[in-house]
């Protein structure tokens, strides 16, 4: 491990302060640019005042920080071309990282972060895509590599896709490179108390842990007093090094000029409290922090012990806006199952007229249900499937409020989807049905789950095909668990065993024992591999019955299977009827059904039919739902 990732764990580390507000005291001239044209451009500062940029790395070295950030927050194409200059990427980064490092060279034992901003372009605003800014932070962050930085730091993300952009970066450029850094990772909390677009904290950890940072914090925005909140949730849940870069203040302008009110003592207490209650490790400044402030954060803090935490992570999807916990305990994790073009006719239609509000309109009801999770699936004969989630993935990322399980048998559709949702997400799915070489489906799909930081429903598929027994399904789950662990480096949390619903409803004398070997499957993985979770898709098990039969075998079926251990169930929410709703006889025989109870002059599947023929979808689907307990 980096020494630096090792300090950040056992004691107090001190970042510099704020790059522009010290070039700010210089009054700079064109030329000190390179010309008009890059006036008030300072990431040129490095290649044409280098004496500058070296003599402020000295500056807060002086006062004794550990780390100083390379002067090349906006040292990327996006911001660079708006001075023509996104060419001089790579140039300008390497030329940091050397002129921070030689600097650093006469501290030993001090840092050098590469310092990554956001740019100002939001992939979830439509403003950049994804990969155009992925690709920009990549350049940049082999430049910073090649200079030599100790760490990498994306930071002052307002945006989770841009933040999810440049960890990608990082992670290719170190690849490219050969070079491998820590990577730190930093969140902006608006006065607001959410990320710009509205997120919550919870679902800035959640959706970013999952991309495997070394250090997660947050930086910029305002001044520590409005970070307490955001400090206090990291503490209680987030497994990694915090660390906290705040604005000397909530700035306004005085005269003209920038003004920050937090004054170096202030600050300085701050830290303390935040690294004596929160356990904060990592500490310094960001906008309006000047040498003396951090001259007093030094003084204050570098000596004070990190309180010790025991964070309670709490495994889960997210939103752009929202953690949703796995957990949903007394119920089961419920994810809508009507955005499917497959797999609900108004869905379909809309898709096909291309009414993209009509698709997020089925996603809204199902919300309205009770869905805590969407599932979403465009395949369909002889349509793009990847335009078709160019159009409905950044819609259903941000005009609704849960979480989305993207499905398809496609994993470039998938992926295309992934450029668009900032939250995380559920990939449906893996399977082993070609096998786990290289390039094929299982590989594909797994690789994009640890790259985007998503979760996976894992199919109890290998190469001789669906597995039919609940032995062959637990073999099948423990076999992928190791697989994903080891060669994926993804949480056993993360995956969700799918342990293949068919229809009970055939009569074929093969698919009687369906039902309960997926419900024996489920207990098995459960009680085998308590580290993973189950999902099921419920209403495959009741396919060719009609509509009212459907919802009453549906609703028994997915009772059965949560009291074996199911975690997350696909459901139509509003077809699901509570077990004290459901008549007697019709539910004996459901179970019947299910457990393949049959004696020579009983077959549950006649009784069912015979029960339900002629009956109307609407007698027995009509919950009130005033009057259903509590869970
Ligand atoms: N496991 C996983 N993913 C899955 C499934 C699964 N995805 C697809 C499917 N199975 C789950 N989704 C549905 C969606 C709809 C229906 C069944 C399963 C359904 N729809 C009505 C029908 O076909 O009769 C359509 C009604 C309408 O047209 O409105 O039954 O098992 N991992």
């Avoid at 995380?424 to 590989?443: C, M, P, T, W």
């Avoid at 290998?462 to 949480?491: M, N, V």
């Avoid at 008549?583 to 049959?598: F, G």
Wanted: hydrophobic share 40%.
């Amino acid at each position: 491990m980096s020494e630096l990732l090792k300090a950040a764990r056992e004691r107090v580390v001190i970042y510099d302060g704020a790059f522009g507000t010290y070039m700010q005291g210089f009054d700079l001239s064109a030329d000190d640019f390179g010309g008009p044209a890059l006036e008030g451009c300072n990431e040129m500062l490095v290649l044409t005042r280098p004496d500058l940029v070296a003599g402020m790395h000295d500056a807060f070295f002086q006062v004794g920080c550990d780390v100083v950030e390379t002067a090349t927050f906006g040292a990327f194409a996006v911001p660079l071309a708006e001075y023509g200059i996104a060419e001089r990427t790579h140039e300008i980064n390497v030329a940091a990282a050397r002129i921070a490092k030689e600097v650093a060279s006469g501290y030993p034992g001090r840092w050098v972060s590469g310092s990554m901003g956001p740019g100002t372009k939001m992939p979830t605003l439509g403003h950049i895509t994804f990969a155009e800014l992925r690709d920009a932070y990549e350049v940049q962050a082999r430049g910073l590599l090649e200079g030599g930085v100790d760490i990498l730091l994306v930071e002052t993300q307002y945006d989770l896709l841009g933040a999810k952009a440049g960890m990608i970066a990082c992670r290719r450029a170190m690849k490219a490179t050969g070079i491998e850094v820590p990577i730190q990772l930093q969140v902006t909390m608006e006065n607001t108390g959410r990320m710009l677009i509205g997120t919550e904290i919870g679902a800035a950890l959640t959706a970013l842990e999952a991309m495997r940072p070394d250090i997660f914090g947050i930086n910029c925005a305002t001044g520590p007093t409005e970070m307490h909140e955001h400090l206090r949730h990291l503490s209680r849940h987030s497994t990694l090094p915090i660390s906290c870069l705040p604005n000397a203040g909530l700035p306004s302008v005085k005269e003209g000029k920038m003004h920050y009110d937090v004054d170096p003592a202030q600050l300085a207490e701050a830290h303390a409290r935040f690294i004596t209650e929160y356990g904060v490790s990592v500490v310094g400044g960001c906008c309006g922090s000047t040498p003396e402030h951090i001259a007093a954060v030094v003084e204050r803090c570098k000596d004070l012990t990190p309180a010790e935490r025991q964070p309670v992570h709490d495994p889960g999807l997210a939103s752009v806006y929202s953690h949703v916990p796995y957990d949903q305990t007394p119920s089961y994790l419920s994810v809508g199952e009507r955005s499917n073009s497959n797999g609900s006719k108004p869905f379909r239609e809309a898709m096909l007229a291309g009414d993209w509000d009509g698709c997020v309109k089925v996603g809204q009801d199902q919300v309205g249900k009770g869905a805590h999770a969407l599932d979403l699936c465009v395949d369909y004969v002889g349509r793009d499937g990847e335009a078709d989630m160019r159009s409905l993935a950044l819609r259903y990322a941000t005009e609704l409020t849960v979480p989305v399980m993207l499905d398809s048998t496609e994993p470039n559709v998938i992926e295309a989807a992934l450029q668009f949702i900032g939250g995380k997400s559920i990939l449906n799915s893996a399977n082993l049905e070609e096998g786990e070489a290289e390039g094929k489906r299982f590989d594909r799909v797994m690789k994009l789950a640890a790259e985007y930081g998503c979760a996976v429903v894992v199919m109890c598929i290998d190469e001789t095909g669906q597995a039919r027994t609940a032995e062959h399904k637990f073999e099948i789950a423990k076999r992928i668990r190791q697989l994903a662990i080891e060669r994926y480096g993804l949480r056993p949390e993360d995956l969700f065993f799918d342990t293949n619903t068919l229809p009970v409803s055939t009569g074929m004398e093969e698919s009687r024992r369906d039902g309960v070997e997926t419900i024996e499957g489920i207990r098995r993985i459960k009680t085998e591999l308590p580290d993973v979770h189950t999902s099921l898709g419920i209403s495959n098990v009741s396919f060719g019955l009609n509509p009212a039969a459907r919802h009453v075998l549906n609703s028994v079926f997915l009772h059965e299977c949560h009291q074996a251990g199911l975690d997350a169930a696909m459901v139509d929410p509003a077809r699901i009827l509570p077990m004290n709703k459901i008549d007697e006889e019709a539910k004996q025989v459901c179970l019947d059904l299910i457990y393949d109870r049959r004696t020579d002059d009983y077959d549950p599947l006649q009784k069912l039919l015979q029960l339900f023929e002629g009956v109307k979808a609407s007698t027995v689907a009509k919950v009130d739902r005033s009057s259903m307990p509590i869970e």
